[in-house]
């Protein structure tokens, strides 16, 4: 079946019988297994139009699919037609206005060299890999949301091709209501097919680096961590991570296989001050070991890559939490020394600051009142045989934490379900955004997806 099969489209249209077909079909998380019937590999948004009017007329399922990440594997689907944008990846940055356009095929690693050419930068996810458009769409949290907020707050305009194969504008100006169900409403109302970002001046050079210490260290450094938080300037973001150490080089090799608590640090600001505010933290208790220092906000963006690789297997739980208290700390700690596979982790994003002194209503992304989001990874290779037992462990420590759920960031879903798509925006919310959702998706054509289901349906 070759492009002519959908009118219009001037990308590549694959199906089972390309041989480009299989590697078009991979996504991030290897647990995904499926086979759509066509993958329109978009190069504009004309083809986009036609993508989606050609899926209307047949009926087809459709998946939209950007950077791949989505660990629910949404961007691919059975027997339906995938929405590719894989290959537009066009950025243009404006050093004058502090601005930049990326094309929904980015990733965070080329949006960063792309911005930072010239000194700027806007919050983007922790993994470079990972898509600018899920991502965006979704929230966005990452090691400069205290200083800037999430990459949502820093959307300012998108084009969206909606489900009847319309391209229209969003902005404060010319659609408010859409700008804000794209900030955190994730793919339910269109296709991005152009995505606007406020930028800010950041490094090249920013003091960033993990202090790790043995993961039975972590009651104590966690209390102290606490306190440490709840009076940290907003220029610095901290995210913790529960694993085994991997055997990278950057890492003391005395030290891979062991379990630790890695407490990793973004100092947006003066490298001089950043040095002071971070030393009670460095000096803490006994760290294994320290790799805080002065580095390209660019190299400090890769330096978690290899962890998280394409093609693994992976199962997810996650939840916002409104503090660390006590309990909490003991319960992820005794979960942590229990973790089997060396590739399954816990990480826990230090939220607040600009994150939560947003409006509440600014944004369809919630709970921003929440001080921090824990994930729960479990990992595995494709040859091993521990799905079960890595899924079972990660849901352990979900449903001990129970007591304090706090809402949920959609981002982290896997496919959990309408009443988890409705903690991730509280019952007033959720209502905004079927609102929205009847006026521009009223059939749910995009459905594959943390989906706001329309009234009608
Ligand atoms: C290794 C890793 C690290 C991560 N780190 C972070 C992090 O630091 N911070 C954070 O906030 N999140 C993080 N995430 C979660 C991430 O935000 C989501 O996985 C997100 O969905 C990834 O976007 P993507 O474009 O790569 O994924 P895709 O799987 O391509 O897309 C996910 C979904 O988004 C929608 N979508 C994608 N593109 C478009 C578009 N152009 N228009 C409309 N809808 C679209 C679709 O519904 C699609 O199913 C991480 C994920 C992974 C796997």
């Known amino acids: 079946m070759g492009g002519m099969e959908i009118p ?18 991979r996504i991030w998380n290897g647990a995904i297994d499926r086979k759509p019937a066509l993958i329109a590999q978009c190069t504009e948004a004309a083809d986009v139009i036609a993508a989606v009017r050609h899926a209307r007329q047949h009926e087809l399922l459709v998946s939209v699919r950007g950077g791949g990440h989505g660990v629910a594997g949404h961007a691919m689907n059975d027997g339906g037609i995938v929405v590719d944008l894989s290959q537009m990846r066009g950025v243009r940055v404006d050093p004058e206005s502090r601005t930049a356009v990326g094309e929904p095929g980015l990733l965070w690693g080329d949006f960063d060299q792309a911005t930072q050419a010239v000194g700027l930068a806007t919050t983007g996810g922790i993994v470079t890999h990972t898509g600018i458009a899920g991502l965006t769409l979704g929230g966005g949290i990452g090691w400069l949301m205290r200083a800037y907020g999430t990459t949502a707050d820093n959307l300012i305009a998108a084009d969206v091709v909606t489900a009847d194969g319309t391209l229209v504008h969003a902005s404060e100006q010319d659609d408010p209501e859409l700008l804000w ?6 793919g339910n109302f269109g296709v991005v097919t152009r995505f606007s970002y406020r930028l800010h001046q950041l490094g090249p050079n920013v003091l960033a680096g993990p202090v790790v210490w043995p993961m039975e260290d972590a009651p ?4 102290f961590y606490r306190e440490f938080c709840a009076s940290a300037p907003n220029q610095l973001t901290t995210i913790t991570q529960y694993r085994t150490l991997p055997a990278f080089p950057i890492f003391p090799a005395r030290f891979h296989g062991r379990k630790v608590l890695q407490i990793g640090s973004v100092w947006a600001g003066d490298i001089a001050e950043g040095q002071r505010i971070l030393a009670p933290l460095r000096g803490f208790g006994k760290p294994l070991f320290d790799l805080v220092a002065p580095k390209p906000y660019v190299a400090n963006q890769s330096a978690n890559d290899k962890a998280v690789p394409h093609g693994w297997h992976y199962y997810w739980k996650s939840t916002d939490l409104p503090d660390l208290d006590d309990e909490m700390i003991d319960i992820i700690t005794e979960h942590s020394l229990r973790m089997r596979s060396p590739r399954s982790y816990s990480i826990l994003f230090q939220l607040g600051g600009a994150v939560a002194s947003a409006g509440e209503d600014d944004t369809a992304y919630s709970h921003r009142a929440a001080s921090f989001n824990l994930n729960i990874n479990g990992v595995w290779l494709p040859d091993e045989d521990r799905g079960a037992e890595e899924s079972a462990w990660t849901r352990g420590l979900f449903d001990a934490l129970q007591p304090f759920h706090y809402g949920v960031y959609v981002n982290f879903l896997m496919d959990e379900g309408p009443e988890r798509v409705r903690q991730a925006y509280g019952e007033a919310k959720h209502r905004r955004l079927v609102a929205l959702k009847d006026l521009l998706d009223p059939d749910n054509v995009f459905r594959l997806n943390q989906n706001i289901a329309p009234s009608a349906v």
């Open 220 to 223: 104590e450094v966690m209390r």
């Open 181 to 186: 169900g794209l900030r955190g409403g994730g």
């Open 8 to 25: 219009g489209f001037r990308g590549r249209v694959l199906t089972s019988s390309d041989a480009a077909f299989d590697d078009a079909r």
